[in-house]
């Protein structure tokens, strides 16, 4: 595949910028000419994925998260969020519906949710290190 057009943006892991990254890739992703549907996708999987760094990666700390955006040629849109807190033991684990470390109102379908709305879903984890989530989505529209 062939890159046409990349953005990356480094920010706190504070919950007042889940919305901007989630605002942030929405606008960058506009370009490949979307369904509002297509939209929605994208913005929810960034939100989960953000959410998941805020919430689980970094714990009452504050700490740095990444995404970085790429679209391509063939109208793929990848994106990698990235942090680099406790990471997890067991991703295969952590992917089930319904499986959530933290209890309380958490629902454990961040996970779920990221797979259903993209065509690819890797997630890497290594305790002490991190977690990269990474998506792909194929659009339909033309890339302008």
Same mark, same amino acid.
């Given at each position: 595949?062939?890159?046409i057009n990349q953005? /990356?943006?480094? &920010?706190d892991s504070k919950s007042v910028n889940e919305s901007f990254s989630r605002v942030a890739v929405g606008a960058f992703s506009s370009q490949l000419d979307m369904t509002v549907e297509e939209l929605g996708d994208i913005k929810t999987v960034v939100s989960e994925a953000v959410t998941n760094c805020i919430v689980h990666a970094y714990?009452? =700390?504050? *700490? =740095?998260i990444y995404i970085t955006c790429t679209v391509f !040629? $063939? *109208?793929?849109?990848?994106?990698?969020i990235r942090d680099k807190g406790c990471g997890m033991e067991d991703v295969k684990k952590a992917m089930e519906?319904?499986?959530t470390s933290k209890g309380g109102d958490r629902s454990g379908l961040g996970f779920s949710?990221? !797979?259903? &709305?993209?065509d690819k879903l890797k997630v890497r984890s290594?305790?002490?290190? *991190?977690t990269t989530v990474t998506v $792909? /989505?194929?659009i339909k529209g033309k890339v302008r």
């Open positions: 595949m062939k890159k953005l /990356k943006m480094v &920010f714990g009452d =700390n504050i *700490g =740095n !040629e $063939e *109208g793929v849109i990848r994106i990698s519906p319904l499986y949710v990221m !797979e259903c &709305f993209s290594k305790p002490g290190v *991190g $792909e /989505k194929k």
